[in-house]
């Protein structure tokens, strides 16, 4: 494992290099840099062998996931996505549906997740869309917006209402009736291929739906943002990494009044505040890990903290390295002033700091119950 991690890795350093800068500028990602790193099973590097996958732990994944993320977010959204679309479908799929899409996703097919609608996104039990039975078909109705990595899927895997329960639906994107539309000039990660995906009456083989449908949509939700949320924590400790090499690097060969900044103490204590805030972030990651590896049925809540507690660390620690790089990092086209974006961007998806703070609470109550109990 030690060697496929490695392998993975320096694909992931070849292929991304000091080119994110261009392509955040340009707001897109070449497509057949995501097919090379998707087919070499970099893109969902805990699919298993069997499938074509790397077969990564939660734990060495992580740490690929955050190498991405210290080179260019963007890319690691779209490894998030596609990393969420293979659990969803390794978790809730038929053998005959993860041979087929997990095979897809490690041979250069690319995958989308589509959760967020007009009117549910922090509250997802509002969620509208629907897929009906019709003989031997379904038909997939809604509207789906965020959703990363859609203009570049041939896959979108699309959460909605089935009957009173719930249920996942595999839509290939040139399917009639599917549109795809970009979300024009968003903040952060801009490259990453975020759109609107509108869906009038798709009929799809009735064998599309994950599992046959069904489930509870609470559970549906759950699985895929646990994955979601750990990705998108492991991706803000790269940006903290990112922003440490750069900080570091400027305050060691730029001078003023005489000395390196680093000697300045205020600058110095920007330096200490950004190492612990990266080690604070990689340690709740790395539990995290540790809970999925093992099975913890904890997992789900320390799945929000590491995700919590990276991407706060993550936009607070971009802004303090724009503060101590100053103008070079005033300007787009520089990896700190992308950081300081795609930060941002971090505290909102796979679930805001709000929500985060209202899952930690309830876990702190019921924690405190049982302990007192």
């Known amino acids: 494992m030690v060697e496929r991690l490695a392998g993975a890795r320096t694909l992931v350093g070849e292929l ?22 998707g087919g070499l099973g970099a893109l969902c590097a805990q699919v298993p062998p069997e ?8 734990l060495d994944n992580g740490e690929l996931t955050a190498h991405t993320g210290s080179l260019c977010s963007s890319v690691r959204s779209v490894q998030t996505s596609q990393g969420m679309a293979a659990w969803t479908i390794a978790r809730l799929g038929t053998a005959e549906q993860r041979r087929a899409c997990l095979t897809e996703l490690t041979s250069g ?27 031997d078909e379904v038909v997939v109705t809604g509207r789906k917006v965020w959703v990363t990595a859609a203009a570049y899927a041939d896959l979108i895997v699309v959460v909605g209402r089935f009957g009173p329960d719930a249920a996942v639906v595999v839509v290939p994107a040139t399917a009639p009736g599917v549109h795809v539309e970009r979300v024009p000039d968003p903040v952060g990660c801009r490259a990453a291929g975020h759109a609107d995906v509108r869906l009038d009456s798709v009929r799809l083989p009735a064998g599309a739906v994950l599992g046959g449908g069904g489930q509870a949509l609470s ?3 759950t699985t895929a ?16 990494r990112a922003c440490l090499r750069e900080s570091t690097a400027h ?16 600058v110095a204590r920007r330096l200490a505040e950004l190492l612990v805030a990266e080690r604070v972030a990689t340690t709740t990651c790395e539990h995290a890990s540790g809970c999925w590896d093992s099975g913890d049925p904890d ?10 507690v990276s991407s706060g660390n993550a936009a607070r620690g971009a802004a303090s390295a724009v503060q101590m790089l100053a103008s070079r990092a005033a300007q787009d086209g520089t990896p700190v002033a992308r950081a300081y974006r795609d930060a941002k961007l971090m505290e909102i998806i796979e679930g805001t700091t709000e929500i985060c703070q209202i899952v930690l609470a309830q876990h702190a109550m019921a924690t405190a119950g049982r302990n007192h109990g």
């Open 219 to 221: 559970m549906v939700v």
């Open 16 to 37: 991304v290099g000091d080119r994110a800068d261009a392509w955040d500028l340009a707001g897109e990602l070449p497509l057949a840099v995501l097919r090379e790193l």
């Open 251 to 266: 305050a060691r060969s730029r001078s003023q009044f005489g000395r390196p900044l680093a000697e300045h103490q205020l």
């Open 51 to 58: 499938y074509g996958g790397l077969g990564l732990s939660s």
């Open 299 to 308: 997992l789900a809540v320390q799945a929000v903290l590491a995700k919590h």
């Open 109 to 135: 097919g690319l995958a989308a997740m589509a959760f967020s609608e007009p009117d549910a996104g922090s509250d997802l039990s509002a969620i509208e869309t629907r897929i009906e039975p019709d003989g």
């Open 225 to 240: 943002l646990t994955y979601g949320r750990m990705s998108v924590a492991w991706g803000c400790v790269g940006i903290l």
